[in-house]
């Protein structure tokens, strides 16, 4: 069985760096056929992507967020993690890390899902 | 504000069966499948259907998706007290060359 861990401080200082780390068992962060990625979910509200990893190690980031972050992967110890520079209150909120299966046909486009997720973990940002 | 729009809430009674709407357009929705998770408060999202209308080994039949156009739609038959959740579409978007999330809707059961 899959499993996933979201692991780091529960409180970042504003203009502080954000890091946190998902332990992955039951899989290979390093296998050709899936992704890694990090979802946030702001108190009270809906479900927003950050991105996620290549198991090449390259990352792909959402625009608004692509200039703060930073998604790499330890494959020695079958973890991925997320750098979020420059924080703020708005970053407040839960993080998941979760496995993605990302495909694309010519008659569907792509097709993108996480079927495993961690149980998050909140972070707080205040000074 | 999402790409993708689903009404804020939807109820039904048990037994009745419910739709929730995710609408975009032909840069999401309409050129890429679509997926549906559950979430039930403080855990995390499950996974409900993806592909359109293709459920994980788990998923009861109860609950099924479809698409048609740049319009996707999660249906609840049989509805039961412990469906009671948020559910949120995604798909790609071109626009943002990534994939996003649709804003949620709070499914009660009354």
């Known amino acids: 069985q899959v499993q996933l861990r979201e692991s780091g401080p529960g409180l970042v200082r504003p203009s502080q760096t954000l890091s946190l780390t998902c332990t992955v068992s039951?899989?290979?962060?390093?296998?050709?056929?899936?992704?890694w990625g990090w979802i946030r979910q702001h108190p009270g509200k809906g479900l927003e992507w950050i991105g996620y990893?290549?198991?090449?190690?390259?990352?792909h980031y959402t625009p608004s967020l692509k200039s703060r972050s930073i998604i790499s992967g330890d494959t020695s110890k079958n973890q991925f993690s997320l750098k979020l520079n420059s924080v703020s209150a708005a970053d407040t909120g839960k993080y998941f890390c979760?496995?993605?299966?990302?495909?694309?046909?010519?008659?569907?486009?792509?097709?993108?899902?996480?079927?495993?997720w961690g149980p998050g973990t909140l972070v707080t940002v205040s000074s | 504000q999402s790409v993708l729009t689903q009404p804020p809430s939807a109820s039904g009674t048990p037994g009745q069966s419910v739709t929730i709407s995710c609408s975009g357009s032909?840069?999401?929705?309409?050129?890429?499948?679509v997926t549906w998770y559950q979430q039930f408060p403080e855990t995390a999202p499950q996974l409900l259907i993806y592909a359109n209308s293709r459920r994980p080994s788990g998923v009861p039949d109860r609950f099924s998706g479809s698409k048609s156009g740049t319009s996707a739609s999660l249906a609840i038959s049989g509805l039961q007290s412990e469906d009671e959740a948020d559910y949120y579409c995604a798909t790609w978007d071109d626009s943002l060359k990534g994939p996003v999330f649709g804003g949620g809707t709070k499914l009660t059961v009354l």
């Open positions: 979760g496995r993605v299966s990302l495909f694309y046909s010519d008659t569907n486009g792509y097709t993108v899902w996480l079927d495993f």
């Open positions: 032909n840069s999401n929705v309409g050129g890429h499948t």
């Open positions: 990893m290549y198991p090449s190690g390259n990352a």
């Open positions: 039951g899989a290979s962060i390093s296998a050709g056929n899936y992704y």
